[in-house]
T-cell receptor
Framework: NAGVTQTPKFQVLKTGQSMTLQCAQD?????MYWYRQDPGMGLRLIYY???????DKGEVPNGYNVSRLNKREFSLRLESAAPSQTSVYFC????????????FGNGTRLTVT | KNEVEQSPQNLTAQEGEFITINCSYS?????LHWLQQHPGGGIVSLFM???GKKKHGRLIATINIQEKHSSLHITASHPRDSAVYIC?????????????FGTGTLLAVQP
């Protein structure tokens, strides 16, 4: 039981390059989330997926797209990376009903130069 | 003003000390989470509370819904407790998927 697996752990991109962050969970969770963590700020929600086949914008969706490929996998894509997207990204999942513990991946440290 | 405020922002303690980290919030919530993040590491859920008190080992979390306040206590602190502790609240009402996170409390426990 691996929990939430997130790849890659580190990535450096040049401005304008694209990449996809992968996230998979093996806990049969319905809800999955992508957050970014920046110094001095709390985690901010980029996108979430309440169930397979649905995705919705969070607080800071601009510059990102997501795909809920199946119940296990939720990917985050940066189509044209910008320096403002330098951050640490976390994937998380939880099971409905909502008042249950959150499970996080180990994070992806992304630098855009 | 942030909807979730943690205090202190930074805390240094000596091994064995009793530690308290506070979280105040200004919104209606259905639950409050305490999370732990070690330097360079992932985030681990410690507690989820909707009322009262929970205990796990040397960690105790309490919540006062009327006062919109929660505390995380660590008894007999140890250097391995050094981490960032994050409070997060789940909004009540329609936006039940929405969590608001505090900025965290950086705890350093010195031997």
């Amino acid at each position: 039981n691996a929990g939430v697996t997130q790849t890659p752990k580190f990535q450096v991109l040049k401005t304008g390059q694209s990449m996809t962050l992968q996230c998979a969970q093996d806990m049969n969770h319905n809800s999955m989330y992508w957050y970014r963590q920046d110094p001095g700020m709390g985690l901010r929600l980029i996108y979430y997926s309440a169930s397979e086949g649905t995705t919705d914008k969070g607080e800071v969706p601009n510059g990102y797209n997501v795909s809920r490929l199946n119940k296990r996998e939720f990917s985050l894509r940066l189509e044209s990376a910008a320096p403002s997207q330098t951050s640490v990204y976390f994937c998380a999942s939880e099971i409905l009903p909502y008042n249950s513990p959150l499970h996080f991946g180990n994070g992806t440290r992304l630098t855009v130069t | 003003k942030n909807e979730v405020e943690q205090s202190p922002q930074n805390l240094t303690a000596q091994e064995g000390e009793f530690i308290t980290i506070n979280c105040s919030y200004s919104v209606g919530i259905s639950a409050l989470h305490w999370l732990q993040q070690h330097p360079g590491g992932g985030i681990v859920s410690l507690f989820m509370l909707s009322s009262g008190k929970k205990k796990h080992g040397r960690l105790i979390a309490t919540i006062n819904i009327q006062e919109k306040h929660s505390s995380l206590h660590i008894t007999a602190s140890h250097p391995r407790d050094s981490a960032v502790y994050i409070c997060a609240v789940r909004l009540s009402g329609g936006a039940t998927n929405k969590l608001i996170f505090g900025t965290g409390t950086l705890l350093a426990v010195q031997p």
